[in-house]
DNA sequence: CCATCTTTGTGCACGCGTTCACAAAGACAT
DNA sequence: ATGTCTTTGTGAACGCGTGCACAAAGATGG
């Protein structure tokens, strides 16, 4: 039988291994002392945990680049995720194949959303489109949303929505490159730019917890 | 003089006030007690400190369906990013504008770099071709990276990369999905899923710090 | 069957960030 | 000018997650 220690697997996820078996303590799965972690078992464990023996169909709303890039993603499948539906407003799409998959019109969302009992959504429309069609998702029965449109979308209780801005990342690339340029400027002159902003980005004011990034104060004008 | 409360801004984002306000006495930015923060002041303040008023010239490398996407992303140019070029290894996109720029064939890669004095690239090409063009943009003086291609880029000592797994947000929405329904489900059983899944939940062990949600445990099988 | 060795599971303490609570500071009215 | 009121800035306490260190448990060899 195969097994791994929490040794190990701390030492190649970088993590301190108390902290990995106290995690999978929580998870119930019993490792063996003396021995390790029976492999197989474990990652049986995990995948189902994390949702990833299930099957998870989507719709993605809004076909234009982002939308097949995201219906080209290999990494969906693996994951548990099956792209059930593509959707488009524009007339000319629907029919057209994208990644293998014929786009549909928009009008007919609802039917495609409770014909294939999806709960998932994901809004790669433009901005102004995105919360109309959010609305008519969450109205047709989809409880999660990723968002890929630049809009704040307000969505009743119950439903999870995930933001992704794809310029925010690049921002983050930006602070640290301007804070690597700010410390060495910062040698020369006493209290410079570095001692100023440490504090900021060790305790950042979180606007939400669901922020992607900890180092950095998630306060910023619009 | 147009002025915000911390108690305002606060309620606005969702924080508390003191931690706001604390914030902000690192960033120096010094508020009149009394009447508040001057709104115009304090938004220069966190654009200079978040690097908004810097002109961040970067190169998309990989104009494929998401490259193009990122190309024609609108949210850039508000946020100091100017996309210097454009670059791919298909000779035949070479001069096809995208987005209104031209695209350039990746044998000019480096003096593209240098001539633009680019310190952030973005590489969205297939993950096969990722690592190589990563070790070239670095070679040819790029330090901050935003990889969106499936694979985990190794770099020197001192580059910064962030990656960009577009599957790891559906994920955590498909982890809660399926903690919205397990919770239903155990409702009738006794010690259902929830009790084992809500001390994950909290401290799940993460392999990056750089992690996208502390709400959900990094850990899991490739 | 006993001794030893490995590895798990976890109580406990440390450290850090968040929040509370209040004194200092300035505006504004009288 | 003085008092009152509002809001900032921050010292101190609290709470939580992380990491240490060890006892319990099982394997393995003699």
Redesign the pocket.
Known sequence: MPT????ELAAAAG?????L??D??YLG?????????DVEYLVYQISRELGLTQDWPVVIVGIGNLGAALANYGGFASRGFRVAALIDADPAMAGKPVAGIPVQHSDDLEKIISENGVSIGVIATPAGAAQPVCDRLVAAGVTSILNFAPTVLSVPEGVDVRKVDLSIELQILAFHEQRKAGEDAAAGEAGGVSEVVAPVV??GA?VDRKGPDGDMPAVMPA
Chains 1, 2 share one sequence.
């Open positions: 791994v220690s929490s040794e993590v301190n291994s108390a902290k078996r106290k999978f303590s799965s019993y490792g063996t002392r003396g021995v390790g972690y060790r305790g979180a």
